[in-house]
């Protein structure tokens, strides 16, 4: 055999065998069991403890009307207003959108707003307080960036002076549910009220997430696919009755104000805090839930824009697998468990070998002249037949999922036929892109100031319509085999309270 045959036949066999372990991985994660919170109406109705909720929404240089729309699916809330709080918590030298949530809060009066200053205010004392008094807050105590106060302006930061201070701000001893959302995240109706449900079985509770920006673009409709495939799919599995290491999604997620405390807080040096802290509330023992509501939001709609995103994800999944597992104390075989979380969207990287060598052994077949052992071929016919599996359980999924945000069999349609197996491939492979750059990120420490995503308001008409909670929803929460969302009489009818 040639030396080029050799050496392609090598890299073939390479390929065929990582992606026999990436399939294993897949089938791992799907025999894991889903910890879904009971949001049925009987459960709904039996609801009378609401504990108390806050909602933190940070934004940089948002547009104006990507917040209002933010804000009409905030105001529909079914859940006892006096038992929520709505805090906008924007950076204090960013003029521009404190004047518009000023604005805002004239059509919103839930709405508050708290300014984030410059780490050198004194209102930052209580943060540098809290993590000298706690181990758990590992950062602060080792490493380079040991009791450096200098935390990096993005998102995280703002999280962190948030939740420091706002206890102090409501003068209460009572503890509280955190949740956050991006600037453009439209929760539905029953958010709150699902994690009322859902606290009571769990420490953490995490809503999925659904683009309904799908048909804006071809890119809109792939970077989509991410979603369908990986939050309304995959995801749900890691709360596996608490056995393997989860992360969570970084919006849309509940847990109690005093655990984040116990646990020191947010990572502020990392690109992403997702995966890092909900690692570190699995590893001191915390329970996820799944809440099947999902919320609405809004997806890059060009190319570029989506590298962006992406690569800044790759560069946070790799920062927080590594020195931090150890740090926070995780065991050995947990952080491998861990690294299979990431496996999913590392092993894309097998792309860039497995197509072009795949291409050319079937070319090699179709002319007659195989160079494919037979004793390699049942390995083969085993990936075929995996990827085929796949492929068609995410898209009846997919299909199913469409419904959430399209009423109409057209549009539904279109967008499957946007994402048929040909330009996922594509898709696939230019994942390489962010997957490169991410690594090169981590390698290089970079990614720790926030490079935001820009948003355009995509979705105001279908967030005014209500279609994710009218009869779309409920068709298709029926076709998932969940239970639909309760209305807000229902809700009022049970609070007896003014919402």
């Known amino acids: 055999m040639p030396v080029i045959d050799f050496t392609l036949l090598g890299l073939f066999i390479f390929a065929q065998t990582a992606y026999f372990a990436t399939f294993l991985v897949d089938a791992y994660h799907f025999s894991r069991p889903v910890n879904w919170v009971d949001t049925s109406l009987e459960a709904k109705n039996a609801t009378t403890e609401f504990p108390y909720i806050v909602l933190f929404y940070p934004v940089l240089r948002e547009l104006e009307e990507t917040m209002r729309t933010t804000f009409h699916s905030l105001s529909l809330l079914d859940y006892p207003r006096s038992r929520f709080r709505i805090v906008a918590i924007p950076n204090r030298d960013d003029k521009e959108t404190i004047q518009a949530l000023r604005r805002l809060q004239r059509e919103y009066p839930f709405v508050q707003v708290m300014t984030v200053p410059p780490t050198t205010h004194p209102s930052w004392n209580c943060v540098w307080k809290a993590w000298n008094q ?133 990572h502020p040096w990392l690109t992403i805090e997702d995966p890092e802290v909900g690692m570190r509330f699995w590893v001191n023992g915390r329970k996820l839930g799944i809440i099947n509501g999902s919320l609405i939001e809004e997806v890059p709609n060009s190319f570029a824009r989506g590298i962006t995103q992406r690569k800044r994800w790759v560069a946070g999944f790799f920062q927080s697998l590594t020195t931090p597992l150890r740090d926070m104390g995780m065991k050995p075989i947990d952080r491998f468990k861990a690294w299979l979380n990431f496996l999913p969207c590392l092993s894309l990287w097998l792309n860039a070998v497995g197509l072009p060598i795949g291409a050319w052994a079937l070319w090699r077949w179709l002319s007659g002249d195989p160079v494919v052992p037979e004793f390699l071929m049942p390995l083969v016919a085993v990936n075929l037949s995996a990827f085929i599996i796949s492929l068609t359980v995410i898209y009846v999924r997919t299909w199913h999922r469409t419904g959430l945000v399209l009423n109409k069999t057209g549009p539904r349609v279109y967008y499957m036929l946007r994402i048929n197996p040909l330009f996922i491939l594509a898709w696939w492979v230019i994942w390489l892109i962010p997957l490169a750059i991410g690594l090169r990120m981590y390698l290089r420490d970079e990614g720790l100031v926030w490079e935001r995503t820009e948003k355009t308001d995509s979705n105001s008409r279908l967030v005014r319509a209500a279609r994710h909670w009218g009869g779309a929803g409920r068709a298709a929460s029926t076709a998932l085999g969940k239970p639909a969302t309760s209305t807000s009489a229902e809700a009022l009818q049970r609070s007896s309270l003014n919402v």
Request: aromatic letters at 14%; hydrophobic letters at 40%; one cysteine or more.
């Open 134 to 266: 706690n181990p758990k807050a590992y950062w602060w105590h080792k490493g380079k960036r040991a009791g450096n106060r200098a935390l990096p302006p993005k998102k995280t930061r703002q999280l962190i002076y948030a939740f420091y201070n706002l206890p102090q701000d409501m003068g209460s001893e009572e503890d509280f549910l955190v949740n956050y959302i991006d600037a453009d995240s439209c929760p539905p109706r029953d958010h709150f009220l699902a994690a009322a449900i859902g606290i009571r079985d769990y420490d953490v509770l995490q809503a999925q997430n659904v683009a309904g920006n799908l048909n804006e673009s071809l890119s809109a409709s792939w970077h989509a696919f991410d979603h369908m495939t990986w939050d309304g799919l995959k995801y749900p599995h890691l709360s596996a009755d608490g056995k393997q290491p989860f992360w969570v999604l970084g919006k849309g997620l509940f847990f109690r104000a005093s655990d984040l405390i116990a646990l020191g807080g947010f």
